[in-house]
């Protein structure tokens, strides 16, 4: 480790040295008060659609109401270390109960809502959770068998769903709150003694992850860990407005959970929380974001709404002054990367191009207070964030996994690179193998799997670095570009080695093109699934005469968007070599979702699922 990395790692340290979340959370009550903390939809009408209106939650009342939850599970038995699951969508009962798990000594664990029945029976088992805290009848099914077969869990906390006849360990909410708090009158002494037990070396959560192949693994994730995310993060964003956050991801997932979660209850914010995703243009029209975190599949989207009004302008004056408008932004953000200049002349032009235009265009979307956009997950393609470039936002990639509490690298306003997922963060190292898998260590390493010794060996190596299953390039300049993941290289009969998300990505800038599987393991050539987009494949079929209320298989068959897909397909090989370019294709009548299994809650594609779904058409296009 380097002197300079030594140093800066060592200021951190001594900034969170003995720290907890809890005492982290006190200090933001003390410093926030009772301005708004959380706000939700729940109670709000939105059978129609979005609807304006909030259930919001003050900074003060976020603890009193967790201290009760914690309360409540002391009463119940649970000892320090136990664990508390949860399945809810993003709402302030999430957060309170998460909360109440930390404050009570337990390691609280988000489980993803869209976990089968037998998927959540395994996690159960293998976490073995005291208490259950579930928000609706479809969780309560989901968890029916892991109820049925577990022996750990005595509690089981019902928000919204009702309580079942003749089980005994269910509860109401409301019922379990109160409870905790009448317990606390009494007992505020013992709360307070068990909560000043956590240390920051004590698991803060375990999250299971999504599970792209096999079943998940528990990561360990240790409160100084995440403190250490939140403050690296912080200093590398480098944001000068109050923090107004969206929160609409799974909180299983570790973005959100920092995001969402974490930074706001050691750093203060307004965080809104959606609990459909579908729901999310219309809370940033509402919310309008200083910060702003979206997986690329979100980003895409937002592109894809975007350039199809834009493409149905007819009049060429306009449609001469918008393009003008976005190649100076383009050219603007692209002068803003490291090592770049913006001259005064390119000042003046982007100003005057941004109070025209861009600034109006990025209101439109919700964004135009937005400072710090971000993405990660999956590759980011660059023509995305070129595009937004155009419209002056710079989205700066970020790079990491659960395994490393969220990021190791990031770009922020004084490490920008495009098409790069930034530097390493303040005090982390990272480093390629020999083979090119991207390697990292630092205090934000997890201590490894749940109960699984192996897997954990396997994770990191006796030097501490985590072995990150990615194969990435650094340059120059530190900047890390993410190629792919290890085991999804595709290497074809001929022995070349081919990334398939590079290839997927520029499929998928087609505005018809939803998500797109490229596939060619020990093949002589490489070929591709495709699905359309459920949205804009509708406003496109429109357009060439195909009757609205049409289902999308039959708007796949027709020889219009077949064209089209054909012209996807094109455009991308003009960009690829001979060897990854794509030479047969089919364009599924379907549509992939994480309820049909063909991709994680996190948008990212189950390759093996998809693999072992439509084996018949791979093959057929091999015939």
Known sequence: MSSDIEAV????????????????????????????????????????????????????????????????????????????????????????????????????????????????????????????????????????????????????????????????????????????????????????????????????????????????????????????????????????????????????????????MYIPQIHGGHIHLIADPALLLGALGEVHPTRFFGVPRVWEKIKTGVSAKLAAETDPEKKAQVEGALAIGLEYVEAQQLGHTVSPELEARFKAADEGLLAFLRALLGLDRCEWAASAAAPMPLEVARFFAGLGMRIYDVYGMTETCAAVTAGGPEQFRLGTVGRALPGIEVTLAPDGEILARGPVASKGYYKQEDATAELIDADGWVHTGDIGEIDADGFLKVVDRKKEMIITSSGKNIAPSNIENYLKESPIVGHALVFGESRPYVVAVLTLDPEIAPLVAAQVGIAPGTDLAEIAAHPAIQAMAQQAVDAANERLSRPEQVKAWELLPVEWTAESEELTPTLKLKRRVVHAKYADVLERLYA
């Open 9 to 260: 790692r060592a200021e951190i340290e001594e900034s969170i040295a003995g720290l907890t979340l809890p005492i982290a959370l006190a200090r933001t009550v003390e410093a926030e008060g009772d301005a708004p903390a959380y706000s939700d939809k729940v109670g709000i009408d939105l059978s129609g659609g979005y609807a304006p209106g909030w259930r919001t939650i003050g900074w003060r009342e976020v603890r009193e109401r967790a201290l009760d939850v914690a309360g409540a599970l002391l009463a119940a038995g649970v000892d320090k270390g136990d664990r508390v699951a949860l399945m809810a969508s993003n709402r302030i009962e999430h957060v309170v109960a998460d909360l109440g798990a930390v404050h009570a000594g337990a390691v609280s664990m988000s489980v993803y809502n869209t976990l089968s029945p037998e998927q959540v029976a395994y996690v159960a088992s293998h976490s073995e959770p005291t208490v259950v805290v579930l928000e609706n009848a479809d969780h309560l099914a989901r968890w029916e068998r892991a109820l049925t077969e577990s022996t750990s869990i005595r509690v089981v906390v019902l928000v919204d769903a009702a309580v079942p006849e003749g089980d005994e360990r269910c509860v109401t909410w409301d019922a379990f709150v109160a409870d905790g708090a009448a317990w606390r009158t009494e007992h505020a002494a013992e709360l307070q003694a068990r909560t000043a037990e956590v240390t920051p070396e004590d698991p803060l959560t375990i999250l299971y992850t999504s599970g792209t192949t096999g079943n998940p693994k528990g990561v360990v994730l240790t409160h100084h860990a995440v403190l250490y995310e939140c403050i690296c993060s912080l200093k590398v964003a480098n944001n000068t407005q109050h923090n107004e956050f969206i929160s609409y991801l799974p909180f299983a997932h570790i973005a959100e959970r920092t995001l969402g």
